[in-house]
């Protein structure tokens, strides 16, 4: 059986077919997804296109604490690359102060406020909002060295792929931070379960750094419906019902600290949302693609802006 890495590797070179790796015999050829593929727009739609290179999303719920270490590490880097970016912070009805703090960083960082709806309403309302040519996400903590956001940045410049998932799974993968026992046997179940259900080469469907093209971005989340800790699961399958080219790159953990996901409260809707997103695809609802909204219509909002 071939390792991970190595399937990867033979992934970057099928670029049809969603760039899904070689079957399970190692041999080369069309990619074979076990669903239906859906119909999908080929152009970006909207009446404003990307006006910057890079946009980071960043949802977040009552992260006063971790929050401004998380927006002094984008900000760092990114500022050292030197591209042009954007960094939306999407308060997620946050009782504390998580609101305010961007605006200590300057223009280039924005605060959009919504009702307490759930991590995935509040990725997709960020990801619908952003105009940066490539528009990733990732946790308020910033548990991931950000290296990785750049190759992934790269790849979807060039035109390799429009979708990169973080994978904490493939064997260049690195742990800088320790993790508890517990969570990492929930992920694994979670994890065996989602394969089964969802898809069999995105194995990591939780990592929590996941870049896009504007335009698959807009594909993807205009057609999400899981508001909840398992809508990466639906936008992996998403990626692959609409036949986007994809790649995994490996991450770095630089820490896993204390997470607003709690096993015992989140857990059980967790796969309820999994066995739903697979019932609905049986039932064909994810068959028919529709055109991501002009203007997205979340729960109703606020906006901040940075001075």
């Not at 179940?189 to 093209?213: A, E, N, P, W, Y």
């Not at 205009?222 to 936008?235: H, K, L, P, Y």
């Not at 490996?250 to 066995?275: C, G, K, Q, W």
Request: hydrophobic letters at 40%; proline letters at 6%.
């Amino acid at each position: 059986m071939m390792a991970l890495g190595q399937q990867d590797a033979l992934s970057q070179r099928q670029h049809s077919g969603g760039g899904l790796p070689p079957d399970s015999a190692g041999h080369a050829g069309p990619a074979r997804p076990h669903f239906k593929i859906a119909s999908r727009p080929t152009t970006e739609r909207g009446p404003f296109g990307a006006d910057h290179d890079l946009t980071v999303i960043v949802p977040a719920f009552n992260e006063e604490e971790r929050l401004p270490a998380t927006l002094e590490g984008l900000a760092d880097y990114l500022n050292r690359w030197g591209i042009d970016y954007r960094v939306l912070v999407i308060d997620d009805g946050s009782r504390d102060a998580t609101a305010r703090l961007a605006s200590d960083f300057g223009s280039r960082f924005t605060t959009v406020s919504q009702t307490n709806s759930g991590k995935g309403a509040a990725v997709r309302n960020g990801m619908l909002r952003a105009t940066g040519r490539v528009v990733a996400f990732t946790d308020a903590d910033l548990p991931y060295d950000l290296d990785s956001l750049r190759i992934a940045f790269e790849m979807i410049s060039s035109q390799t792929c429009d979708v990169v998932f973080g994978a904490r799974d493939l064997k260049e993968s690195t742990v800088r931070a320790p993790r508890r026992i517990m969570r990492t046997i929930a992920h694994w179940v979670f994890s065996r379960i989602v394969q089964h259900l969802v898809s069999r080469q995105v194995t990591d469907t939780q990592c929590g750094l996941k870049i896009f093209s504007r335009a698959a971005a807009r594909e993807i989340f205009s057609r999400t419906t899981i508001d909840g800790f398992a809508f990466d699961a639906e936008v992996v399958y998403l990626t692959h019902r609409l036949a986007l080219p994809f790649r995994r790159v490996p991450v770095t953990l630089i820490n896993e600290y204390s997470s607003t996901i709690s096993l015992t409260r989140h857990a059980l809707p967790m796969l309820m949302d999994v066995f739903r997103l697979r019932l609905r695809a049986l039932r064909g609802a994810y068959t028919q693609g529709r055109s991501a909204p002009d203007v997205p219509q979340p729960a109703p909002q606020r906006q901040r802006h940075a001075a």
